[in-house]
């Protein structure tokens, strides 16, 4: 699991991908911290390169999108593959978490 | 951090000396020295003052000679490094000293550059030896608390299967090595109905195994109450979204069976959808109730689905230790396992389609590492 990120104006655009599972949720967990600054109005993550996440990654991204949420800021995903898409529907994060799909489309949404 | 240095010598000039060499570094509170004047006192210093970090000591002295020392600075501090001092090119003592635990040597006339750098080099590795002793007493004391953990976990499991006279129930649990959060219950409701309730918490450890406890005692007192699964999960979720919040959250299905009727009905927190198998191994999965997690939404309504067991039917719940079974190749077995299973080999009760599903999974996964807990549990309509 790695994360590579972008910034454009208040939105940052963070890559992620291989496996999200317990055994690096906490890693996870402080590189998104570590891309968020207070200023930002959004977090868009790019899935497209995720192969597996387990509930421990949800949680990750639970914790994230209230953090977010209290700054006023909002978190969306995007170019989930089928499988985690899958994962999101079963599990109903996709109840919390608007998912787009493609980073374009999550922008325009964000922006709009 | 200042180092506490033990010299032992017998030589009563040595003592000044060092103290004039080494100012700069007491000046600077790097090290600090307490001198000895033979074996005996030697170890009688170390005895009183566990501070001390490490031994310089020379090797003939009265009462008790430096070599003897070496021997028994393990009963005293096991953890210390002595260096040895030795006459110039006395190999037989310095191997000697060496085979006996000595970490290095200098030889006389002692050069304190020399000697400041063997202590440097000593105490360097006096501090990677404690590090790992560190880890090792924290890799303890984790797997303490995960022993804890699945203890927790275990006892909450049923061990005994309500059934009736056309119904049975047989789960199972077989916990990762790394403790994960799967739990199921099973609760006699009025009316001969019976609750069955599959669930796995987000994390793993102490934490949530307390977590796990109080969503199964809040799902057991709700369901005693409250007759549609999607009223349940309404319920358990409000009251786990209480307490604020550590971003755990726990995927559950809960069902209500009727025995009269064969009326299965279920509501999904976040958790995968039930598989039916019909008598002759046909399967089919049902739709999700598009609930969420629990823990996750406060004053989410959770919606509810139904459908009637065939006589011979089974109903197949199953955690995601279950789908998300990784074989040697790394590739996910998926629910199609199951159907697979079943398809070859119908099922023809409770127990037996439950621990088939389990040592399916068990087989497909191998010697590959297991990250999460498989947790079935089958109703099987006779």
Same mark, same amino acid.
């Given at each position: 699991?790695?994360?590579?990120?972008?910034?454009?104006?208040?939105?940052?655009?963070?890559?992620?991908?291989?496996?999200?599972?317990?055994?690096?949720?906490?890693?996870?967990?402080?590189?998104?911290?570590?891309?968020?600054?207070?200023?930002? !109005?959004?977090?868009?993550?790019?899935?497209?390169?995720?192969?597996?996440?387990?509930?421990?990654?949800?949680?990750?991204?639970?914790?994230?999108?209230?953090?977010?949420?209290?700054?006023?800021?909002?978190?969306?995903?995007?170019?989930?593959?089928?499988? @985690?898409?899958?994962?999101?529907?079963?599990?109903?994060?996709?109840?919390?978490?608007?998912?787009?799909?493609?980073?374009?489309?999550?922008?325009?949404?964000?922006?709009? | 951090?200042?180092?506490?240095?033990?010299?032992?010598?017998?030589?009563?000039?040595?003592?000044?000396?060092?103290?004039?060499?080494?100012?700069?570094?007491?000046?600077?509170?790097?090290?600090?020295?307490?001198?000895?004047?033979?074996?005996? &006192?030697? =170890?009688?210093?170390?005895? /009183?003052?566990?501070?001390?970090?490490?031994?310089?000591?020379?090797?003939?002295?009265?009462?008790?000679?430096?070599?003897?020392?070496?021997?028994?600075?393990?009963?005293?501090?096991?953890? @210390?490094?002595?260096?040895?001092?030795?006459?110039?090119?006395?190999?037989?003592? @310095?191997?000697?000293?060496?085979?006996?635990?000595?970490?290095?040597?200098?030889?006389?006339?002692?050069?304190?550059?020399?000697?400041?750098?063997?202590?440097?080099?000593?105490?360097?590795?006096?501090?990677?030896?404690?590090?790992? %002793?560190?880890?090792?007493?924290? %890799?303890?004391?984790?797997?303490?608390?995960?022993?804890? /953990?699945?203890?927790?976990?275990?006892?909450?499991?049923?061990?005994?299967?309500?059934?009736?006279?056309?119904?049975?129930?047989?789960?199972?649990?077989?916990?990762?090595?790394?403790?994960?959060?799967?739990?199921?219950? @099973?609760?006699?409701?009025?009316?001969?109905?019976?609750?069955?309730?599959?669930?796995?918490?987000?994390?793993?450890?102490?934490?949530?195994?307390?977590?796990?406890?109080?969503?199964?005692?809040?799902?057991?007192?709700?369901?005693?109450?409250?007759?549609?699964?999607?009223?349940?999960?309404? &319920?358990?979720?409000?009251?786990?979204?209480?307490? &604020?919040?550590?971003?755990?959250?726990?995927?559950? =299905?809960?069902?209500?069976?009727?025995?009269?009727?064969?009326?299965?009905?279920?509501?999904?927190?976040?958790?995968?959808?039930?598989?039916?198998?019909?008598?002759?191994?046909?399967?089919?999965?049902?739709?999700?109730?598009?609930?969420?997690?629990?823990?996750?939404?406060?004053?989410?309504?959770?919606?509810?689905?139904?459908?009637?067991? /065939?006589?011979?039917?089974?109903?197949?719940?199953?955690?995601?230790?279950?789908? *998300?079974?990784?074989? !040697?190749?790394? &590739?996910?077995?998926?629910?199609?396992?199951? !159907? *697979?299973?079943?398809?070859?080999?119908?099922?023809?009760?409770?127990?037996?389609?439950?621990?088939?599903?389990?040592?399916?999974?068990?087989?497909?996964?191998?010697?590959?590492?297991?990250?999460?807990?498989?947790?079935?549990?089958?109703?099987?309509?006779?």
């Amino acid at each position: 699991m790695a994360i590579s990120a972008e910034r454009e104006g208040g939105t940052v655009v963070a890559k992620a991908d291989g496996r999200i599972d317990g055994s690096n949720a906490s890693e996870f967990q402080a590189d998104l911290q570590a891309v968020i600054e207070d200023s930002d !109005q959004a977090l868009i993550l790019d899935f497209e390169s995720v192969s597996y996440i387990s509930s421990a990654g949800l949680r990750v991204l639970l914790l994230t999108a209230k953090t977010l949420e209290g700054n006023g800021a909002k978190l969306a995903l995007c170019s989930l593959s089928e499988p @985690i898409r899958e994962v999101f529907r079963i599990s109903g994060f996709d109840n919390i978490i608007p998912i787009h799909d493609s980073q374009a489309e999550a922008t325009a949404a964000i922006s709009g | 951090m200042t180092y506490k240095i033990l010299v032992v010598d017998d030589e009563p000039d040595l003592e000044p000396l060092v103290l004039q060499r080494m100012r700069r570094h007491i000046r600077r509170g790097r090290y600090e020295f307490v001198f000895a004047h033979n074996g005996i &006192e030697a =170890l009688e210093e170390l005895e /009183a003052d566990p501070s001390i970090d490490m031994v310089v000591s020379d090797i003939n002295m009265p009462r008790m000679d430096g070599l003897t020392l070496l021997e028994q600075i393990p009963n005293v501090s096991p953890d @210390i490094r002595a260096i040895i001092v030795s006459a110039y090119g006395d190999m037989e003592n @310095i191997r000697t000293a060496m085979n006996r635990g000595a970490f290095d040597f200098v030889t006389k006339p002692v050069d304190f550059d020399d000697l400041q750098f063997t202590i440097d080099r000593t105490l360097e590795h006096i501090e990677q030896w404690r590090e790992a %002793l560190s880890t090792r007493d924290k %890799l303890v004391a984790l797997q303490n608390e995960l022993d804890v /953990a699945s203890k927790m976990q275990q006892s909450i499991l049923p061990t005994v299967f309500p059934s009736g006279p056309t119904y049975k129930i047989f789960g199972t649990m077989h916990p990762a090595k790394d403790v994960g959060g799967d739990f199921f219950d @099973i609760v006699r409701l009025a009316d001969d109905k019976v609750g069955l309730a599959i669930a796995d918490v987000s994390d793993k450890g102490v934490p949530a195994a307390l977590f796990m406890m109080s969503s199964r005692t809040l799902l057991k007192g709700s369901a005693i109450g409250t007759e549609a699964p999607g009223d349940v999960l309404t &319920e358990v979720n409000n009251l786990l979204n209480e307490d &604020e919040t550590t971003g755990m959250f726990v995927t559950m =299905l809960y069902a209500v069976y009727d025995p009269a009727t064969g009326v299965f009905t279920y509501a999904s927190g976040g958790h995968d959808p039930p598989l039916v198998v019909r008598a002759d191994g046909t399967s089919e999965l049902k739709p999700l109730t598009g609930g969420i997690a629990l823990g996750v939404l406060g004053g989410f309504e959770y919606r509810q689905d139904s459908f009637e067991l /065939a006589p011979g039917d089974t109903v197949c719940l199953y955690t995601d230790g279950v789908t *998300e079974a990784t074989n !040697q190749q790394g &590739e996910l077995m998926g629910i199609e396992g199951i !159907q *697979e299973l079943f398809a070859s080999a119908p099922p023809t009760g409770a127990e037996q389609s439950c621990m088939g599903m389990l040592n399916r999974v068990l087989e497909y996964t191998g010697d590959a590492p297991q990250h999460d807990d498989i947790t079935c549990l089958t109703l099987h309509r006779d």
